[in-house]
């Protein structure tokens, strides 16, 4: 995999389970790991649900091959938050994995 190709500064979370101030649970996201991405948006689409628009982009990130995410993880770049669906490793050259997400705004 070329270094060149993965020009994109990302961190990948996942849940993890805590308590506020007066002890109740929480869900916050912690960070996995921080490292470069290949970022490609595949298609969007626009929707009314409940009133409100709502915006679906759907994007492929490549990453270096990782054996520790999974779906329901996410994606950060910048202020944009990517929902990991599903993870699809190079079977045949092991050298990356194509994150499938998707954004919801």
């Given at each position: 995999m070329q270094a060149g190709r993965l020009n994109q500064r990302i961190t990948i979370q996942q849940l993890?389970?805590?308590?506020?101030?007066?002890?109740?649970?929480?869900?916050?996201?912690s960070a996995v790991a921080t490292l470069w991405a290949n970022i490609r948006y595949n298609t969007g689409a626009e929707s009314i649900k409940g009133d409100a628009d709502v915006s679906v982009a759907k994007a492929s990130i490549r990453i270096r091959r990782r054996t520790d995410v999974t779906?329901?993880?996410?994606?950060?770049?910048?202020?944009?938050a990517f929902d990991i669906k599903a993870v699809l490793p190079d079977e045949t050259r092991k050298t990356h994995v194509d994150l499938v997400c998707e954004v919801v705004k």
């Amino acid at each position: 995999m070329q270094a060149g190709r993965l020009n994109q500064r990302i961190t990948i979370q996942q849940l993890a389970a805590g308590q506020d101030a007066i002890g109740q649970p929480v869900q916050t996201w912690s960070a996995v790991a921080t490292l470069w991405a290949n970022i490609r948006y595949n298609t969007g689409a626009e929707s009314i649900k409940g009133d409100a628009d709502v915006s679906v982009a759907k994007a492929s990130i490549r990453i270096r091959r990782r054996t520790d995410v999974t779906a329901g993880m996410r994606v950060l770049h910048g202020s944009t938050a990517f929902d990991i669906k599903a993870v699809l490793p190079d079977e045949t050259r092991k050298t990356h994995v194509d994150l499938v997400c998707e954004v919801v705004k």
